[in-house]
């Protein structure tokens, strides 16, 4: 009797740990697809207008996906900066086209979608307005992982009802151990968070790496875990394995077309590679190769018109070294082509890593990965280290940015601040009100609360869109009465 009783317990643990049994709940993976934003963000710096996807909404809706990431990041900025579309009315296009899907956005925190800290009310009025507008969950993060960054943004989207999606960025570096990650996750928990995403924004979690922080989160924190990384240095693809293999609930991929390189690992081949090992990611193959179709001519019109660079789809291992996240590398690559200094590039990729040192090891993303890029670029284009140091850099020395997660260099924040005294509260406890001003500032240019936050967010940029779109409603006007005559 005993040992049928064992036979029966053996048979529990093996069919529990099994990777081969479908329906049970341990083997669910949810699949979240970045085409919309980090894809293409990473590919073709964030280019793709509203009528080149419009027709693929309808797929992407039914596929099966867990989330789609639309939103957020840099597509607010690429709206209105490039492509001539209202930000707003694209998520709601997106809401309206995709009515069941799970819209996802990406928010920097107190930085929102720009690279400065805002005032509480206005980081208070983007997220309800996001919410309002269309979207469901949103991932916040803040660049240094100091969570007094992100603690109104999770509070107000906390209220609005949207899935939170509490981050920490990923990095290496001597002070970015196991524990203080799980240490953060907890604090992540602590603030009524729903997920607990790890960002890899530079595509250097190991496979091994990413086994043992799943495996520890999992242990310490109840919150079901997202993983985010890129497939820059070609590990992309086994790191989200592994990930699964220790238990992460849901990870980011990208239709194959538009995968690969700087971007995510492709959505077919994770679907095909876990279905195989009985996961069930609840996708349709066969809608996800109708999204695919959809996309390869977008790629190929990119390819074409030199839009999309071939050397952001490579396989790039320097980045284990260098830890330069998709969209700093493709930008490095533009911004030294700009100055004909191309070839300087593999100098400017090593001094990113000393410079990072000197700021206290940030994690390399936005705004942190330009910061540093930038000046990297500098300290080897001008062959004299931080000669020139930009507004960002003293701004973050100051404070302005949040805590740095390690020691700076004291020596060079002594050279930029002087006699200045760094910050150590809270930023945006230093800032006053800002949406009033914003409104009384842009005046009758803007038709609507969502037109003041984009001018809040980026206001040159704004309002050249707003007044390009009144000469355009006016065009259109002249003609309509043109034609009744
Ligand atoms: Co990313």
């Known amino acids: 009797m005993l040992s049928f009783f064992y036979f029966c317990d053996i048979i529990w643990y093996v069919g529990k740990n099994s990777n081969y049994i479908k329906g049970d709940d341990f083997l669910k993976i949810n699949i979240t697809e970045t085409v919309l934003r980090d894809a293409q963000q990473s590919l073709i710096a ?28 840099a597509t607010f900025d690429s709206c209105l900066r490039f492509l001539g579309e209202d930000p707003w009315e694209r998520l709601r296009n997106i809401r309206k086209n995709a009515p069941d899907a799970k819209l996802q956005m990406l928010l920097r925190g107190q930085n929102l979608l720009g690279y400065k800290h805002y005032p509480d009310d206005v980081v208070r009025a983007f997220v309800r307005k996001s919410v309002e507008n269309g979207i ?17 943004a999770v ?8 899935e939170v999606s509490g981050t920490l960025c990923y990095t290496t ?67 989200l394995l592994k990930a699964v293999e220790a238990g992460a609930d849901t990870i980011d991929c990208a239709i194959s077309c538009l995968s690969g390189g700087t971007s995510q690992p492709p959505t077919e081949s994770m679907y095909y590679t876990l279905t195989e090992m009985g996961y069930d990611t609840g996708l349709d193959p066969a809608k996800l190769k109708e999204i ?14 030199g839009l999309l660079n071939p050397i952001v789809m490579n396989t790039d291992t320097n980045a284990l070294n260098y830890q330069v996240p998709g969209g700093m590398l493709s930008n490095l690559v533009s911004q030294l082509k700009a100055q004909n200094a191309l070839d300087r590039l593999p100098e400017v990729l090593s001094e990113v890593p000393r410079v990072r040192e000197d700021l206290g090891y940030p994690p390399l993303v936005t705004p942190s990965s330009q910061m540093v890029g930038v000046q990297a670029a500098q300290n080897v284009l001008l062959g004299e280290r931080y000669k020139n140091v930009s507004k960002e850099i003293k701004a973050y020395l100051h404070g302005e940015y949040g805590k740095a997660p390690g020691k700076v260099n004291e020596e060079l924040q002594k050279k930029v601040l002087g006699d200045e ?34 001018y809040v967010a980026f206001p040159q940029v704004a309002e050249k869109f707003f007044k390009a779109r ?14 009744v005559k």
């Open 470 to 483: 009144e000469e355009k409603a006016r065009n259109t006007v002249k003609y309509s009465i043109t034609e």
């Open 421 to 454: 005294e760094p910050v150590t509260c809270r930023f945006a406890d230093t800032l006053a009100p800002g949406l009033d001003a914003a409104r009384a500032e842009i005046g009758e240019l803007a038709k609507s609360e969502e037109d003041v936050l984009s």
């Open 292 to 305: 695919n179709d959809f996309f390869k001519p977008v790629q190929a019109e990119a390819l074409a018109s």
């Open 173 to 239: 570096s001597p002070i970015h151990t196991l524990d203080a990650f799980v240490e953060l996750g907890k604090k992540i928990e602590g603030m009524g968070c729903h997920t607990l995403c790890i960002k890899d924004m530079a595509g250097i979690m190991t496979p091994k790496a990413a086994f043992d922080l799943v495996s520890a989160l999992k242990k310490n924190v109840k919150l079901p875990v997202v993983v985010h990384t890129h497939s820059t240095t070609g590990l992309g693809a086994m790191t």
């Open 155 to 162: 509070d107000e989207a906390l209220k609005a009802g949207a």
């Open 136 to 152: 469901n969950v949103i991932r916040i993060f803040d660049a240094l992982n100091d969570l007094r960054n992100i603690e109104v």
């Open 46 to 73: 964030t280019r793709l207008s509203y009528p080149q996807f419009e027709g693929a909404l309808k797929l992407l809706n039914d596929a099966g996906y867990y989330s789609l990431e639309c939103w957020g990041g």
